[in-house]
């Protein structure tokens, strides 16, 4: 070692110096602004280590000088790497890198199998620009809303008799709601509450038949296409039937014209 | 459009009509002689009103009790069945439709084929066509 460097310190937000220099820093002892080089020489296999106060020429003495060889990627790639990265953090207005694994795909066009698969599709809840949101997709429960379930609970309930049921209950409700109004018309708040919580029921029990409707489009896409490839089926035959008709026929005559 | 959605639509047309039938009544309703006390505004046609508003009240109870009606009528008409049902249907429409589909294939390799063999007969045909007319 080559003299002893002074206790330096990187300053956090130093602006890119050119290559083969690290970021000015702090000297800790007298408290001055200070630039630091590296250099490297492989013929040597040295690699040295200069402070100077000036920001654009180094002192000549190096203040600190290591034995051994570097890999061949130059020292700046690493500085710089991280530099970048720094800097998008800091300052708003540079893009941001692009994604590091796209030294995966290097030799894709010579050989396809080299590359990763991609991921797997994502199952179960994903967070999204800061929102939760999920791949199972069902219909919230009434409770889940917060609202009172006035039908049945359970597997098989007769939806068409509760949706009957609701109806009538609705028109009872209506119908109070025009005597409130007549007699006690300061209390017509719960009753128009208990009209929309049978129309909040009513809309979940509805939701609650799309997926049965799904399935039943489903049926009939399977029906639609089983009947078109019955059709082409028949068509192709009665071709093939005709084409082969028609063989025949001319067979015959080139017999007849033979003889 | 769907039955699905007709029936929802059913559903906010009765909410519609009983909002239009209170918020009408409520405007349009002749005041009410709170005490004997106080004397009776100065009437401004008050029988045509009277009459409007009673016609009213009739015709637009008798729009709600329609739309309820109509809603029932739906309701009646909703093609329901099992869950259970709907699987195992889809599950034998899936295994026939495998079936017609391989049968649609052998078809179809089998007419190429056929293809094929006419177009060489037919090309072999030309051929000798061409070799036996000499020219001139």
Known sequence: ?259 | MDIISQLQEQVNTIAMLSLNTFGTLQRDAPPVRLSPDYPEPPATNPSEEAVNVAEQSKAMSAALVQAAKKFDMLVAALPLSGEDAQLKRIAELQAENEAVGLELEKQLEAAELELKMVQELFNQAADNCLNLKKPD
């Open chain 1, 1 to 259: 070692m080559v003299g002893s460097p002074p206790p330096f310190a990187f300053l956090p937000s130093s602006p890119l110096l050119p290559p083969s220099t690290c970021d000015a820093g702090v000297d800790l002892k007298r408290g001055l602004l200070m630039t630091a080089w590296v250099d490297h020489q492989a013929s040597h296999k040295t690699l040295w280590l200069r402070h100077g106060h000036s920001r654009s020429r180094p002192q000549r003495r190096p203040s600190l000088s290591l034995a051994g060889s570097l890999p061949e990627r130059p020292c700046r790639r690493v500085v710089t790497e991280e530099r970048r990265e720094e800097m998008t953090t800091a300052t708003s207005s540079s893009y941001p890198p692009p994604p590091p694994y796209y030294r995966l795909y290097k030799d894709y066009e010579h050989d396809p199998a080299s590359a990763p698969d991609p991921p797997p599709p994502i199952q179960g809840a994903f967070p999204l620009f800061g929102a939760t949101y999920t791949t199972d997709v069902v219909l919230p429960t009434l409770e889940d809303q917060g609202v009172r379930q006035l039908y049945p609970k359970g597997p098989n309930i007769d939806i068409k008799k509760e949706l009957r049921s609701l109806n009538r209950e609705l028109q009872l409700h209506i119908l109070e709601l025009a005597d409130i109004l007549v007699e006690r018309p300061s209390q017509y708040a719960r009753k128009v509450e208990d009209i929309s919580l049978i129309f909040k029921n009513m809309h979940h029990l509805l939701n609650s038949l799309r997926p049965h409707q799904a399935r039943a489009a489903l049926v009939h896409i399977l029906e639609r296409q089983i009947q078109r490839r019955k059709q082409a089926v028949e068509d192709i035959k009665k071709r093939r039937e005709e084409a082969r008709r028609l063989l025949k026929e001319s067979l015959q005559i080139v017999d007849g014209q033979l003889r």
